[in-house]
């Protein structure tokens, strides 16, 4: 049996991990991870608020095992949300969870359980770490509604080959149950569904508080100017609400384009939000990359379905091209390729740094930003 | 086997503490020490017993203990009712502790006053700071580092103002002669579990017939502590309090142990010391290019019991306060461990603490090693 350093968040999923791992005779330490102070007048229901600390510490009592809140504030700061931040200042949608997983869990807390001659890190995510032909290999939950893998996919084989994520091959109804069954003290807490440090969920305003709004010009694609905005971090590719333009009597318009360099928020209809592939760079790849030509499954966001694509070219960059067009590829967010001959394994991806236009040549890429 | 080496956290229950409690906590037993009966008049006599026990621990005759020591919750109670008691603008130390630092926040009036490198008062910029002032808070030995304060030059310049002193004692009692305290102090906070008594006892002692004004109405201690008195606790802290002769004795020992962890300590890793003039028990350490936090954890897991800076409500921990006023910066201040030993720790609990931290040091260099590109390079990966 092994020294296993569970992340605790305080929530039911995480719990259960731990509970599963005591019972297989593990030597299991939990850790939460002190990621922020959130305002405490707002619900809690969030990774990184004291309550939860507090919850994962009875957790851990009831469990009997030793439990430590860690101070990683400054880091979560400087690598989540001043990104989080930037990310929207700079025309991008940002994506803090891939962030979270790839520096604070699998580089920062998975270096803290080596600290404390722990063989393993254990998290309550939603996902299976499987052995491979080429090592260990990332594959999507059982399930598939809770499906986490794709806020893994930065995870280096390195780090796979020391972590565990204990309930991938369970749903959530199975993980309350075990949670019942444990008499954990958490086994009926509500999910928590927000960015952590963004309790009430209102981005925007999250941003003006931590930094001077850009504003600009509303656009449409041949330049004209159809109106003023307040700040680009209101804007998002495929947003159609909120654009402060006048009604009229044309096809609904949708941001199409938001540069961080001119504050120049683009507009245009539905068919302009089609992209033909996209390009992506900083990639991740968990084993060897597909080659040229390799047909995948892609997610460019969290929750949307695996479309088929093909690979034009992996190696730090990434270009990928769809089958069919796609909408609303959002630079800032993540490319996260699937095996297409085994769709639940993760290949591994990069972050989208421009989509390829659906009508133009294949060779130019329209760049965002 | 397990090694507690954080007695200026709490001092393990000595068995005379214990012992003397444990009437007080045995089921039948009644008595409020306000009631007119008999069971009423033990629980008052106890109290009494115990006033006078922790009145001669400080050198102060059994006939005015009444007058003057204050049963309260702990230290930081005693803090507060200091503090309440001279309402006028308030001089505290950087390095206070953080009883006194909050427990300020809501006056009108208060200013901090720095400390050198060593952790002792800037005196020069002392002494502006005290015009006008009517109470200056030191913390005579500092609970993270042991730094000891000198009293007399502090006494003279709060004379020349006329402030009063507050001198928070709770670390000093049974670790240093009080008599140079009450010497000098107008105020002295001291508490129970640090010499070995209960926790949720403590006590504030008005030497010079200074004021005390009661943080809660109720006509208990003398209408200066209201609220029901905690029989059994006080009881404790006063048979601790009787132990502190010894525990005097017992102290050139335990700095012999502390000075043995040091050297050996400095030659396990690249290391420095916080403090100068510091308590007999209390090593405060910097491993330099380390997280004191993960050494904290790992010396716990392999059963060593040492602290790290000060814990937030979340129970993570903060950077030390005390490190930062001592011009430390923040990622060294993250970098320190406190030990604190006892009467209790032998020379063998001490090898062993060196050779589990020697595994553990060992480990912690490798990781960091692994980490290295990252912690070079905090996460400005792209533009």
């Given at each position: ?78 690598a989540?949300?001043?990104r989080?931040?930037?990310d929207?200042?700079n025309?991008l949608t940002p994506s803090p969870c891939v962030r979270c997983n790839d520096v604070?869990k699998f580089k920062?807390?998975l ?10 890190l254990?998290t309550?995510h939603y996902a299976r770490v499987v052995p491979g032909a080429f090592g260990p290999e990332l594959h999507r939950a059982v399930d598939h509604?809770k499906d986490q893998s794709y806020f893994l996919f930065g995870a280096s084989q390195d780090a796979l080959a020391q972590v565990m994520f204990?309930?991938g091959d ?67 590719i495929g ?17 199409i384009g ?14 302009r939000l089609l992209a033909a592939g996209l390009d992506a760079d900083r990639c991740n790849w968990i084993g060897p990359p597909p080659s040229p030509g390799t047909p995948v499954l892609a997610r460019i966001r969290h929750r949307s379905a695996p479309d088929p694509a093909v690979v034009e070219l992996a190696g730090d960059t990434l270009r990928l091209r769809f089958d069919s067009p796609i909408r609303a590829v959002a630079p800032g967010q993540a490319a996260v390729l699937y095996d297409a001959e085994r769709p639940s394994r993760v290949w591994g991806g990069g972050w989208i740094r421009a989509s390829l236009p659906f009508s133009d040549a294949p060779a130019s890429a329209q760049a965002v930003d | ?369 692994h980490?290295?590109p990252i912690?070079?390079q905090?996460l400005q990966e792209r533009a």
């Amino acid at each position: 049996m092994s020294r296993v350093v569970v992340a605790m968040s305080g929530g039911v999923d995480s719990s259960v991990v731990a509970a599963l791992l005591v019972e297989q005779g593990h030597e299991v330490i939990g850790m939460t991870m002190h990621l922020s102070d959130a305002p405490e007048t707002e619900r809690t229901g969030t990774c990184c608020a004291p309550d939860d600390a507090h919850d994962a510490r009875r957790v851990a009592n009831h469990l009997g095992i030793p439990h430590y809140v860690a101070n990683y504030k400054k880091a979560f700061k400087t690598a989540v949300i001043d990104r989080f931040v930037a990310d929207y200042q700079n025309g991008l949608t940002p994506s803090p969870c891939v962030r979270c997983n790839d520096v604070l869990k699998f580089k920062l807390l998975l270096s803290r359980a080596r600290e404390l001659d722990a063989e393993f890190l254990a998290t309550g995510h939603y996902a299976r770490v499987v052995p491979g032909a080429f090592g260990p290999e990332l594959h999507r939950a059982v399930d598939h509604a809770k499906d986490q893998s794709y806020f893994l996919f930065g995870a280096s084989q390195d780090a796979l080959a020391q972590v565990m994520f204990p309930i991938g091959d369970m749903d959530k109804p199975a993980v309350r149950d075990v949670a019942r069954r444990f008499e954990l003290p958490v086994a009926e807490k509500a999910e928590s569904m927000d960015i952590c440090f963004v309790p009430d969920g209102d981005y925007a305003r999250f941003v003006e508080q931590n930094a001077t709004p850009k504003p600009g010009r509303i656009v449409d694609e041949s330049g004209d100017v159809l109106g003023d905005h307040g700040g680009i971090h209101r804007f998002t590719i495929g947003q159609r609400r909120g654009l402060g333009l006048p009604g009229g009597t044309g096809a609904p318009r949708f941001v199409i384009g938001v540069s961080g360099a001119t504050g120049d928020v683009t507009v245009g209809d539905a068919s302009r939000l089609l992209a033909a592939g996209l390009d992506a760079d900083r990639c991740n790849w968990i084993g060897p990359p597909p080659s040229p030509g390799t047909p995948v499954l892609a997610r460019i966001r969290h929750r949307s379905a695996p479309d088929p694509a093909v690979v034009e070219l992996a190696g730090d960059t990434l270009r990928l091209r769809f089958d069919s067009p796609i909408r609303a590829v959002a630079p800032g967010q993540a490319a996260v390729l699937y095996d297409a001959e085994r769709p639940s394994r993760v290949w591994g991806g990069g972050w989208i740094r421009a989509s390829l236009p659906f009508s133009d040549a294949p060779a130019s890429a329209q760049a965002v930003d | 086997m397990r090694v507690y080496l954080d007695h200026n956290s709490g001092a393990p229950l000595n068995a005379s503490a214990h012992a003397a409690m444990i009437p007080w906590l045995t089921s039948g037993r009644g008595g409020n020490a306000s009631s007119v009966h008999a069971e009423g008049r033990a629980a008052r006599a106890a109290i009494s017993e115990a006033r006078i026990a922790v009145g001669a621990a400080l050198g102060i005759p059994a006939t005015s203990v009444e007058r003057c020591v204050v049963f309260t919750s702990g230290a930081t109670e005693a803090n507060a009712l200091a503090l309440h008691s001279e309402p006028g603008p308030l001089v505290l130390m950087a390095t206070s502790h953080p009883s006194v630092l909050m427990g300020s926040q809501r006056r009108t009036s208060t200013r901090v006053a720095p400390v050198r490198p060593d952790g002792t008062l800037d005196l020069e910029q002392l002494e502006p700071l005290l015009q006008g002032a009517a109470l200056l808070s030191v913390i005579f030995a500092n609970n993270e580092t042991g730094v000891v304060q000198p009293l007399p030059p502090v006494r003279s310049l709060c004379e020349r103002h006329g402030v009063r002193l507050h001198v928070d004692a709770a670390q000093a009692l049974g670790r240093l002669p009080m008599s140079a305290i009450m010497a000098h102090a107008d105020y002295v906070t001291l508490s129970s579990h640090k010499i070995g008594g209960p926790g949720g006892a403590g006590a504030l002692v008005a030497v010079s017939g200074a004021p005390l004004n009661a943080l809660q109405p109720g006509h208990q201690e003398r209408g200066r502590r209201g609220g029901t008195e905690n029989v059994a606790a006080i009881v404790g802290f006063g048979a601790a309090a009787k132990g502190v002769p010894r525990r005097l004795d017992e102290m050139a020992g335990v700095a012999r142990l502390r000075d043995r962890l040091w050297d050996g300590i400095a030659g396990l890793h690249d290391v420095w010391r916080n403090g100068d003039v510091v308590l007999p028990n209390t090593l405060n350490v910097g491993f330099r290019e380390l997280d004191g936090e993960s050494l904290a954890i790992s010396l716990d897991l392999s059963g060593v019991a040492v602290s790290t800076g000060a814990a937030c409500s979340s129970g993570s921990v903060e950077a030390s306060h005390v490190l930062l006023a001592m011009g430390i910066d923040e990622d060294a201040a993250r970098a320190c461990l406190r030990f604190s030993l006892g009467p209790e720790n032998t020379e063998d609990e001490i090898q062993v603490v060196l050779s589990r931290l020697a595994t553990i040091l060992l480990r912690q260099k490798e990781s960091h090693s692994h980490l290295g590109p990252i912690m070079r390079q905090p996460l400005q990966e792209r533009a």
